[in-house]
């Protein structure tokens, strides 16, 4: 027969008070001690609620961020390829141009020598087919700057790299050094962008640009 004073077997005094009701006491400590384990878990779960929609907030954002960028990148492409697709055709125009020019430069050279020999008489169809020259011409930079091509001016301002290809140096002591003082082809641009360099020649011997200017021969004496 087991010894009922063994270890490991419930002695007749635990015996009796586990068939014996709880009291009121016992089981206010249970539910506080079950609320206190229930609060603490409910407490880790907020807590990682909370953390999850912070992570989703923070990749909303970063996706809305993204988004705004890509659509501003892209409306930024579309405006370019619309400004610059004749880019390539603009400049095969410049040729034209270029041919249109010259004809009237020789025109007018040849119109001056006739005028010189024949006592400032000129012959009505050379002088019709100057002006359908020249308003070829107009159009043709109407064209051209309609579709965002403008045309460098450059003579008699300083020299800038960006712009203007300098063909040669000519002395003149009259204007600024770097000064453009003679194009020899027309430079143009499309947009903000470059699309053909103005071949210029540029003054040298002068004054450096924004020098002041001189004042020898003045008398300083009160």
């Known amino acids: 027969m087991p010894d009922p004073t063994s270890p490991g077997n419930p002695t007749p005094d635990e015996v009796k008070n586990a068939d014996a009701p709880q009291t009121d006491e016992q089981r206010a400590d249970g539910t506080v001690e079950a609320e206190v384990t229930d609060a ?19 990749r909303l954002l970063r996706s809305h961020a993204e988004m705004e960028n890509l659509r501003r990148r892209t409306e930024r492409e579309v405006q370019d390829a619309k400004r610059y697709a004749v880019s390539s055709f603009a400049r095969d125009l410049l040729g034209v141009a270029d041919n249109l020019r010259r004809a009237l430069e020789a025109a007018a050279a040849a119109g001056k020598s006739s005028a010189d020999a024949s006592d400032d008489v000129r012959d009505p ?34 020299f800038d790299p960006h712009h203007h290809e300098a063909v040669f140096e000519a002395p003149d002591p009259s204007v600024p050094s770097g000064t453009v003082v003679q194009v020899m082809q027309d430079g143009y641009v499309i947009g903000d962008r470059i699309l053909r360099p103005a071949m210029v020649g540029v003054a040298r011997g002068g004054p450096k640009p924004g020098a002041a200017p001189e004042t020898a021969g003045v008398d300083r004496r009160a």
């Not at 603490?40 to 923070?58: F, I, M, Q, S, W």
């Open 125 to 158: 169809v050379f002088a019709a087919l100057v002006e359908g020259v020249e308003l070829t011409e107009r159009e043709l930079q109407k064209t051209l700057e309609k579709n965002g091509v403008k045309k460098l001016d450059p003579r008699g301002k300083p």
């Open 40 to 58: 603490a878990a409910g407490a880790d779960r907020t807590a990682e609620l909370e953390a999850a929609v912070a992570d989703l907030r923070d």
